[in-house]
C-alpha cells in the first residue's frame, strides 16, 4: 500500500518535517509568542532601578539568590505568586538564576522595606542572626553607575522599542537634565526611608550611593 | 506445547515468586489498589514475555517463509508481499486516528496546564488544611502561629518578636507611650475597622499623656478621666469593642487581619501589606502565637 511512498525517500522526508513541523506549529508557537509579552501594567525599569540591576550583577546576587518563583506550593507560601513569563519582557538579561543559597528576590519589593535592606546590606546578622550573607558596606560608599544605565535605557529603547517616554534621548545635555529632575528625587525618596544619615547626606548632596539603586531595582521586584 | 514453552512458563514462575518473596519481605500493602495493579501488571509482563518469546523462538525452528516476492530487491535481499499481521494493522489505524485527533483537537484545546496543576494542588492541599484544623487546640494554634512567625515575619520583628530593637513593632508590649501619643496627635485610619478614622488631636497635653501611660502600662490601674474618649469607640477595657475597632490590649485575631491585609505606616516605619498571605486559621495560629510574646 506505502511501496510508492518508500521509492520516493525525497517526498518521504519532506512527509515526515511537515507534520513534525505543524507539531511545533501547534504546541510551541502559541504558547511562545504569548508568554514573550509583557504583562498588563508592566513598567520598564527607571534608569535607577537599571543601575540597581547593575549592582546585583556587578556583587553577583545570582550566586546565591534566584528570581523565579516556581508554581508550586510550598514555594507560593514563601515567596508569593508564581513568577510569569511576561514579567521578565524588559530583563535584558533576566538574572533567573539557578542556585538558592538565599531566598528567593522575585517579589521582595511586596514584603521588605528600604530601611530593611539598608540594615540587611550593612549587617545581615543584625536582622536575620543565622544568615550567611556576607555584609556588602562597599555599596554605601561606591557611587552608582547612572550614566550607563541611562545609556543602556536609550539603547533598549531604541532596539527594542522599550516603552520609555521623551526624558530618555542620546545626548549628554538629555542625560544630566534626567539626573538632576528624575534620578535624584527618585534616589532621595529611597534614601530618606533608608533611615541611614550618611546615605541621606550624600544623596542631598547630588551623589547617588550603590545602595540606594540596588534597594530601588529590589523595591520594583514585585 | 514444546519444552521452550514449558521452560519459558517455568521461568516467568520463578519470577512471580520472586516478587511475592519481595512483597513479603518489604511489607507491601496489596489492599492498596496502585500496589495491587503494579503487582497483577508484573504477572501479566512476566508470563506475556516469556509465553510470546517462546512461541516465535519454537515457531522460527521450523517455520519457511512463503508468498509472493516483491518486484525490487536491494544486492539480492528481497521482500514478500504479504500483508500486515491483523493485529498490528488495527494497532497502526488506532494510533493513526488517535495522531489525528491529538494534533487537531486534543493538544490545541483541551492542553494539560501545570498552572491548572497548581490551582488544583492548592485547592486540595486548603480543603484538607482547613479540614483538619477547623477546631484546632491552643496548642496546634501556637505551634502552627510559631513556624509561620519565624519564616514570615521573624526577619523584621526579630526572632523573639522584640522588633530587632526598635526596628519593628515590639511584640513584647502592644504599644509605647510614643506611639499612643503619635496617634493622638495624628489620628489614624489605616487600618480600615467598621467604625472608621480616628480624627487627629482627641487628647493633647497633660490628658494626651496620662492616656499613653495608661495604654502602655496595659491598662491597669484606674482609668484617667480622658479615657473614657477612647472608651467610646476602643470599648472600657480597650480590647476594640468586639472588632469594630483596634484592641489596645493584645494583638487579637481583627488586629492581625487587618494589619496584614492594609500594611502599617507608623512612627517606626513602613510594613506592607501581605493580603491573601494567609488562610483564616493561620490568621488565628499567629494571634495566638503573637499573645504568648506578651509579657
Redesign the interface.
Same mark, same amino acid.
Given at each position: 500500500m506505502f511501496?510508492w511512498l518508500e521509492?520516493n525517500p525525497f517526498l518521504f522526508a519532506v512527509g515526515v518535517f511537515v507534520v513534525i513541523a505543524?507539531?511545533g506549529l501547534?504546541?510551541i508557537l502559541?504558547s511562545f509568542t504569548n508568554a514573550a509579552r509583557p504583562i498588563k501594567g508592566l513598567k520598564p525599569y527607571t534608569v535607577l532601578e537599571l543601575a540597581g540591576k547593575e549592582v546585583y550583577k556587578k556583587d553577583n546576587c545570582i550566586a546565591c539568590h534566584s528570581q523565579l518563583i516556581r508554581?508550586?506550593?510550598a514555594e507560593?507560601d514563601?515567596y508569593?505568586k508564581?513568577s510569569l513569563s511576561g514579567e521578565y519582557a524588559y530583563d535584558r538579561p533576566f538574572l533567573w538564576g539557578s542556585k538558592r543559597t538565599g531566598p528567593d528576590l522575585h517579589r521582595v519589593g511586596?514584603?521588605?522595606?528600604p530601611?530593611?535592606h539598608a540594615?540587611h546590606m550593612w549587617d545581615p546578622k543584625?536582622?536575620?542572626?543565622a544568615s550567611i550573607m556576607p555584609a556588602y558596606k562597599h555599596q554605601f560608599k561606591n557611587l552608582a553607575d547612572l550614566e550607563t544605565a541611562y545609556a543602556e535605557a536609550v539603547t533598549v529603547k531604541k532596539v527594542f522599542n522599550t516603552p520609555y517616554g521623551d526624558d530618555i534621548q542620546p545626548s549628554k545635555a538629555a542625560f544630566e537634565k534626567y539626573y538632576k529632575e528624575k534620578a535624584l528625587p527618585e534616589a532621595l525618596k529611597i534614601a530618606k526611608?533608608m533611615?541611614n544619615k550618611d546615605v541621606l547626606a550624600m544623596v542631598q548632596q547630588g551623589k547617588i550611593p550603590e545602595i540606594v539603586a540596588l534597594i530601588a531595582y529590589l523595591e520594583h521586584l514585585k | 506445547m514444546n519444552s521452550f514453552v514449558v521452560k519459558a512458563l517455568v521461568l516467568a514462575g520463578v519470577l512471580i515468586v520472586g516478587t511475592l518473596v519481595v512483597i513479603k519481605q518489604m511489607h507491601v500493602d496489596l489492599s492498596d489498589p496502585v500496589n495491587m495493579i503494579t503487582f497483577l501488571g508484573a504477572i501479566a509482563i512476566a508470563v506475556l514475555a516469556f509465553g510470546v518469546a517462546a512461541k516465535y523462538m519454537g515457531q522460527m525452528k521450523t517455520d519457511t517463509a512463503t508468498g509472493e516476492l516483491?518486484e525490487?530487491n536491494w544486492d539480492g535481499i528481497g521482500e514478500y508481499k504479504n500483508e500486515l499481521p491483523a493485529g498490528w494493522a488495527y494497532s497502526f489505524l488506532g494510533v493513526m486516528i488517535w495522531a489525528i485527533w491529538y494534533?487537531l483537537w486534543g493538544? *490545541?484545546l483541551n492542553a494539560y496546564s501545570?498552572?491548572g496543576?497548581?490551582n488544583q494542588?492548592?485547592k486540595n492541599?486548603n480543603k484538607k488544611f482547613e479540614a483538619i484544623h477547623k477546631n484546632a487546640s491552643p496548642e496546634v494554634l501556637k505551634e502552627m502561629g510559631e513556624s509561620i512567625f519565624l519564616?514570615?515575619c521573624? *526577619?523584621?520583628h526579630?526572632?523573639t518578636g522584640d522588633g530587632?530593637s526598635g526596628?519593628a513593632q515590639d511584640f513584647e508590649h502592644r504599644m509605647s507611650k510614643k506611639q499612643v501619643l503619635a496617634v493622638l496627635k495624628s489620628g489614624q485610619h489605616q487600618l480600615m475597622y467598621p467604625l472608621g478614622a480616628m480624627p487627629a488631636g482627641l487628647a493633647s497635653g497633660q490628658q494626651a499623656e496620662e492616656v499613653a501611660a495608661y495604654v502602655a502600662g496595659g491598662m491597669k490601674g484606674k482609668a484617667p478621666a480622658a479615657w473614657a474618649t477612647c472608651a467610646g469607640c476602643h470599648g472600657q477595657d480597650g480590647t476594640g469593642n468586639g472588632g469594630t475597632a483596634p484592641n489596645l490590649k493584645t494583638y487579637d485575631v481583627t488586629l492581625v487581619q487587618h494589619v496584614l491585609k492594609h500594611g502599617k505606616t507608623g512612627i517606626i516605619?513602613?510594613? *506592607?501589606a501581605?493580603p491573601g498571605?494567609f488562610t483564616p486559621v493561620q490568621e488565628k495560629a499567629l494571634a495566638a502565637y503573637l499573645q504568648t510574646l506578651k509579657q
Open positions: 511501496h521509492k505543524f507539531a501547534v504546541e502559541p508554581p508550586f506550593k507560593t514563601r508569593g508564581y511586596n514584603y521588605r522595606t530601611d530593611w540594615n543584625s536582622v536575620v542572626p526611608a533611615k | 516483491a525490487e494534533f493538544y *490545541p501545570q498552572i496543576e497548581y494542588e492548592v492541599y519564616v514570615q521573624a *526577619p523584621c526579630g526572632e530587632l526596628k516605619g513602613h510594613m *506592607p501581605f498571605r
